[in-house]
């Protein structure tokens, strides 16, 4: 079992920065597949970034430039994830998710959110004046 925590989310003007954390927390194998998905009111679950054991990143194309995926491995029993957000747009105001997959390969990119088996409860994230 794993459980999934994120934080940092809140109220922003536009142009500013926010910094979301994820920790990862229970029973691991081998190689874990993180990611960051979000949900703005009334559209579906998207993809926002992940990031693989080896470190290779994937981004949407609408944050390209703008936030920052990273993670740090502890041991095998804990992992800690960030999204760094830098010149936010009202359009990215959503809830935003914390999401893994515990059966993966080193160098594997996940892109779809049925390949993770576990989610966070998510944070929300306000872009606005």
């Known amino acids: 079992q794993v459980q999934l925590v994120e934080s940092g989310g809140g109220l922003v003007q536009p142009g500013g920065s926010l910094r979301l954390s994820c920790a990862a927390s229970g029973s691991f194998f081998r190689f874990t597949a993180m990611a960051w998905y979000r949900q703005a009111p009334w559209k579906q679950r998207e993809l926002v970034a992940g990031i693989n054991e080896g470190g290779s990143t994937y981004y949407a194309d609408s944050v390209k430039g703008r936030f920052t995926i990273s993670r740090v491995n502890r041991e095998n029993v804990m992992y800690l994830m960030y999204l760094q957000m830098n010149s936010l747009k009202p359009e990215d105001t959503a809830v935003y998710y914390c999401?893994?997959?515990?059966?993966?390969?080193?160098?594997?990119?996940?892109?779809?959110?049925?390949?993770?088996?576990?989610w966070g409860q998510g944070t929300q994230v306000t872009v606005s004046e």
């Open positions: 999401a893994a997959r515990t059966i993966a390969t080193m160098a594997s990119l996940y892109i779809t959110d049925s390949q993770y088996n576990y």
